[in-house]
Every structure is written in C-alpha cells, then in structure tokens.
C-alpha cells in the first residue's frame, strides 16, 4: 500500500501565492515520475506538471512561467509552487505518484485532492 497526503491548498487572491505538498508513504522501493493535476468543477482533469526521477520537468502551457514542480527524494514528497495565481487556477488539485514496490509491483496513486481558490 501507498498513501499520499496532500497540503498547502486554500484560498488566495490573483496574483497571490501557495505551496503545494504531497508527501508519500507504505511500500515504495523506488519513485519514479510524480506529478500535479487538477480538475475545475465541469471540467475534466488536466495535468498541471510533472517531475521525473531524471530530475525532468514539463509543464502544462498555462501554467509555465508560474508554477514550480520540485520533489525531495529523501522525504518521497513533491511540491508545487504556485505563483501569479489567476482565478482560472481554481481547482482541486491531486498529486500523482509512479512508483515501484520492493518486489518491483508497479503502482500508480492519487492523493485525495486539495482545494485551490483564486477570488478576490
């Protein structure tokens, strides 16, 4: 089993800032890619950012320039700063994890999902 506790998420007004945190725990052997997505109420989920074991980072288009994804090894947790924030940014936001157990089970989990608003 892999848990995944998100934090960070909250009310903001344009322009402002938050840090984003998922922290992973249980089985994992090895990390591989760990990533931001959100999905906005009526919409569908998008991929905001990802961050590979490289480290590599690709962003989605309307969030370059803005957001940071970064990831600590040592802590098995990914961020995601966010600045500049837009009301558009408004969403629940999940971090994904990619990752391999000891007996090299591959698994793919979701963190339960933290609510960013942007509004004035």
């Known amino acids: 089993q892999v848990q995944l506790v998100e934090s960070g998420g909250g009310l903001v007004q344009p322009g402002g800032s938050l840090r984003l945190s998922c922290a992973a725990s249980?089985?994992?052997?090895?990390?591989?890619?760990m990533a931001w997505y959100r999905q906005a109420p009526g919409k569908e989920r998008e991929l905001v950012a990802t961050?590979?074991?490289?480290?590599?980072?690709n962003y989605a288009d309307s969030v370059k320039g803005r957001f940071t994804i970064s990831r600590d090894n040592a802590k098995n947790t990914v961020y995601l700063q966010m600045n500049s924030l837009k009301p558009e940014d408004t969403a629940v936001y999940y971090c994904?994890?990619?990752?391999?157990?000891?007996?090299?089970?591959?698994?793919?989990?979701w963190g339960q999902g933290t609510q960013v608003t942007v509004s004035s």
């Open positions: 961050i590979t074991s490289g480290p590599s980072t």
């Open positions: 249980g089985s994992i052997f090895s990390i591989n890619a």
């Open positions: 994904n994890v990619k990752s391999y157990s000891r007996s090299w089970t591959y698994r793919d989990d």
